[in-house]
């Protein structure tokens, strides 16, 4: 892994998932350093008291604001590793648009993307 890619992970990523509150400066960074996106994970940020409606479960609290978290999902992307940088933020603003709804009781609320990378 490039040092400068390595670098930003360290000091934007806030858990053991390559899950980014700014996750758009990330994919810059790791296509400018020569990476790939292989799989793309969807968590649900959503109010702590709010979970029981949420698409996600388990995960990890807001770094930022206490009162938030980031749900895990079940709801993930493979097969990317042949993508270009456009067509994955264009993957992602799309599935964030339409967001997600298992049923009537269960809705995202914020989706974020995590991703794993090509190796």
Known sequence: MAEALQEYIEKHSFCSEYLFKDWESFLDVLFAEGGRVSSILWW???K???QHRSVGSGGYADPDDSEYMYAETKLWKDG????TL???KEYIAAER????QYGNE???HD???SFYLCE
């Open 44 to 46: 649900d940020r959503c």
């Open 106 to 108: 269960y809705v995202s």
């Open 97 to 100: 648009a339409t967001g997600l």
């Open 86 to 88: 456009d067509a994955i």
């Open 80 to 83: 990317l590793d042949s993508w």
């Open 48 to 50: 702590k008291s709010q």
């Open 111 to 113: 989706l974020i993307p």
